[in-house]
């Protein structure tokens, strides 16, 4: 069996441990650089892109992460795709640059701004201050929009969603990056 | 209604700032010091708990104007409070767009009988509790984050330590009981029986469970984190401490590494002065914040 490791710093990464283990595959919570040899894949959860990077930045991980970006998968959803990304903007700030796309932070607005959609035909997907993908790479590819905005993106190994598949029960945005493992 | 698009919007935040701190700030100044430091949001207020104890009057709503300040200087979520009952305070937050209303006890209550009907709001709530039935009627009015009471402003964890305990301890007595005996539970907590019979198959609330009142060390934050609570609300404890950037920072490495006891150790060294506590058995009955509510 696989094991996904889940960066536990902050945010939903319980409910991501949760989605992983229900759709077939080990899951551990990450908080420390050596747990990365011991797993095949990791997840940024969503939650404080901002947080995350002040925690990545203060226990050296952030170098960790991206290096095991090198050679392994990585699923960022909502903040975990900010930190993704190549280039951040609405503020500017820095990111592990593991997959060509530019992302705007707060691209619907504040809370009362974050809504339920239906796309790709019946995949729901819950956008909490969620951030718009502004611009797609080449190598990237966009497997599916909101809005005439992708909001499903992956480039090689990664992937990044700006919505939370891991709040709802549909195991489908998972199952694919289990795939990649 | 915990099925309903708006509910889940409503809870899908408050599941982003778990692991994180929310901390209390009263200008632009200490929001960017908040963010800097890691916060996961910030709650906007005119003045921390403990200054609204020492100088007392009747404490409302901030200034709209402080509120929008920080709300333009930061990036990440902006909280506001509004008084117990006061659901045209609350009107007005929503209109301004603050991303959560914490309707708190440690503004002077507007209406000594009735909270907000928080379900008729786009806007989500969190609102404190001192024990299981305070915790599910606040769920039953909408409420999509509980955080326990603690005494706010006192520096002093104890009051906090026992609502979680608490909330805790008649959680875990529920899933033990029988259906016919959950009826019996509801009637004496004064809570919907549909929320009873939820917490006693899932032993947790079906809302995240947050920790506030009396947090002033890194140690405090993982106390009741370790007790179960999701994530920490730090009041005066930040800025009323002698180097409010190292504590942020702290804090903010204590909830993330609050079962390990070494990087505790690194988040507890270097540190100045706490903020001042108080005990709050020796404070007169009148001048707790944690009876407010109902």
New interface residues.
């Given amino acids: 069996m696989k094991t996904v490791g889940v960066l536990?710093?902050?945010?939903?990464?319980?409910?991501h441990r949760k989605a992983v283990e229900r759709a077939g595959a080990r899951a551990v919570e990450v908080?420390a650089k050596d747990q990365l040899e011991t797993i095949d894949g990791l997840i940024l959860p969503?939650?404080?892109s901002?947080?995350m990077l002040?925690?990545l930045e203060?226990e050296g991980l952030a170098a960790a992460v991206r290096e095991f970006g090198l050679k392994k998968p990585i699923y960022g959803t909502?903040?975990g795709a900010i930190l993704l990304a190549r280039e951040v903007t609405?503020?500017p700030q820095p990111s592990l640059d593991l997959i060509d796309i530019t992302v705007e932070?707060?691209g619907y607005?504040?809370?009362?701004d974050?809504?339920?959609a239906k796309i790709d035909g019946d995949l729901e997907a819950?956008f909490?201050?969620a951030p718009i993908i502004r611009r797609v790479g080449a190598q990237a590819r966009v497997l599916a929009s909101y809005g005439g905005d992708p909001v499903w993106v992956e480039q090689g190994r990664h992937m990044v969603t700006t919505f939370?598949p891991e709040?709802t029960g549909d195991l489908r945005v998972h199952r694919r990056f289990l795939e990649k493992l | 209604m915990y099925l309903s698009e708006d509910f889940r919007l409503k809870v899908g935040l408050a599941e982003m700032l778990k692991g994180g701190v929310i901390m209390d700030v009263t200008n632009v100044e200490q929001a960017k010091i908040a963010e800097q430091a890691g916060a996961a949001a910030v709650m906007a207020l005119e003045r921390v708990p403990a200054d609204i104890r020492k100088e007392g009057g009747v404490a409302r709503m901030a200034s709209i104007r402080v509120i929008r300040e920080i709300m333009n200087a930061v990036s990440i979520p902006v909280m506001a409070k509004a008084r117990i009952g006061h659901f045209m305070e609350a009107r007005v937050l929503e209109a301004l767009g603050v991303d959560y209303i914490d309707e708190s006890e440690v503004l002077t209550p507007a209406d000594e009988e009735h909270h907000i009907d928080k379900k008729s709001f786009k806007v989500p709530f969190v609102c404190g509790a001192r024990n299981l039935g305070e915790a599910l009627r606040r769920i039953a009015e909408g409420a999509a984050m509980i955080r326990t009471k603690g005494e706010a402003g006192s520096g002093n964890i104890v009051e906090a330590v026992r609502h979680i305990r608490t909330i805790v301890k008649e959680m875990k007595r529920l899933t033990v009981l029988g259906k016919e005996e959950l009826v019996h539970e509801a009637k004496n907590l004064g809570a919907p029986l549909e929320l009873v019979e939820w917490v006693a198959a899932n032993g947790k609330l079906p809302v995240p469970n947050f920790s506030a009142g009396g947090i002033a060390t890194p140690a405090d934050a993982a106390l009741v984190m370790q007790l179960g609570a999701e994530a920490v609300f730090v009041g005066s404890g930040i800025f009323k401490s002698e180097d409010p950037e190292a504590r942020a920072r702290a804090v903010v490495k204590a909830a993330t590494y609050y079962k390990d006891p070494a990087k505790l150790l690194e988040a507890s060294e270097e540190l100045g002065e706490a903020m001042r506590g108080l005990d709050v058995a020796k404070l007169p009955e009148g001048e707790l914040l944690q009876t407010r509510g109902w």
Avoid: Y
Wanted: charged share 25%; with cysteine.
């Fill in positions: 536990a710093l902050q945010g939903d990464f319980e409910a908080r969503g939650g404080e901002t947080t002040k925690l203060a909502c903040a609405n503020p932070r707060n607005g504040r809370q009362i974050s809504r339920i819950v909490i201050r939370h709040l």
